[in-house]
C-alpha cells in the first residue's frame, strides 16, 4: 500500500539552507510533489519531479529523487522568514489521479 | 480567475446537525476532491469525482455524501454530525494529464459539539 513519511518538524536560521526529507513506499508513483502550507491557507503546490528524474532545480529550491531508496528531498536555499509553513510531501499513483499525502513537516525560520 | 473557493469558511455545529460545504472551481477541470486535515494525519481523501455527475469514495468516506451536479461544484453534505467530523476541510480540483497537480480551496473548519 502507498505511505509516505515525513519528520514532523525542522527549524533553521535565516540564510542558511532546509532539508527537508520524504519516503514512500509506492515504488509505481509517477509524479512526486511537494505543496506549501501557510497558516490558515490551503495547500499550494510548490514543485513536483517526474519519477524517471533524479535532480529538479527551479530558483531556491532542489528536488532529489533517489528511486532505489524511495526517498524524495527538498532543498530550500537561502531559507527566508517567509518561508516558514509546513511541507507536504505527496506522491501520485493509481489510475484516478490518486495522491497520497504525508502529514506534513513544519518549517521554522529563526530570524 | 478565483481559482477555488470554499464556503463557508467556518462554521460550528452541533451533533446530529446536517450541513453542506459547497466548493467553486472557475479553471474548468474535470476532476474534483474533498479531503479532510486532521493533527498528525495529514491529509485524506473523503471523496473524488472525474467528471460532471460522477462522485467516488475515497479513503475515509463513511458519514459523508457528495454531489457533483454541475463541473464547476462539489458539493460535501454532513447529514448527521458527529464529534469525530470536526476538522479543516479542503477541496481541491485538478485536470488529467501532464503532472496532474491539484489546486487548493483555502480551507473550512468545522467544529461538531
Known amino acids: 500500500g502507498e505511505d509516505v513519511e515525513q519528520s514532523l518538524f525542522l527549524s533553521v536560521r535565516e540564510g542558511d539552507s532546509s532539508v527537508i526529507n520524504c519516503t514512500y513506499t509506492d515504488s509505481s508513483s509517477t509524479y512526486l510533489y511537494w505543496y506549501k502550507q501557510e497558516p490558515g491557507a490551503g495547500l499550494q503546490l510548490l514543485t513536483y519531479i517526474f519519477s524517471n528524474m533524479d535532480m529538479k532545480q527551479d530558483q531556491r529550491l532542489t528536488v532529489l529523487l533517489n528511486k532505489k531508496d524511495k526517498h524524495l528531498s527538498l532543498r530550500i536555499a537561502d531559507t527566508q522568514t517567509g518561508d516558514s509553513a509546513i511541507y507536504f510531501c505527496a506522491e501520485m499513483t493509481g489510475g484516478y489521479q490518486k495522491v497520497t499525502f504525508g502529514i506534513g513537516t513544519k518549517l521554522q525560520v529563526i530570524p | 480567475n478565483a481559482g477555488v473557493t470554499q464556503t463557508p469558511k467556518f462554521r460550528v455545529l452541533k451533533t446530529g446537525q446536517s450541513m453542506t460545504l459547497l466548493c467553486a472551481q472557475d479553471m474548468n477541470h474535470e476532476y474534483m476532491y474533498w479531503y479532510r486535515q486532521d493533527p498528525g494525519m495529514g491529509l485524506r481523501l473523503i471523496h473524488y469525482?472525474?467528471?460532471?455527475?460522477?462522485?467516488a469514495k475515497g479513503e475515509v468516506p463513511d458519514g459523508y455524501n457528495v454531489s457533483r451536479l454541475k463541473k464547476q461544484n462539489f458539493l460535501l453534505g454532513l447529514e448527521s454530525a458527529a464529534p469525530s467530523q470536526t476538522s479543516v476541510y479542503f477541496c481541491?480540483?485538478?485536470?488529467?494529464?501532464?503532472?496532474?497537480?491539484?489546486?487548493f480551496g483555502p480551507g473550512t473548519r468545522l467544529t461538531v459539539l
Open positions: 481541491a480540483s485538478g485536470q488529467a494529464g501532464g503532472a496532474d497537480t491539484q489546486y
Open positions: 469525482s472525474v467528471g460532471e455527475g460522477t462522485t
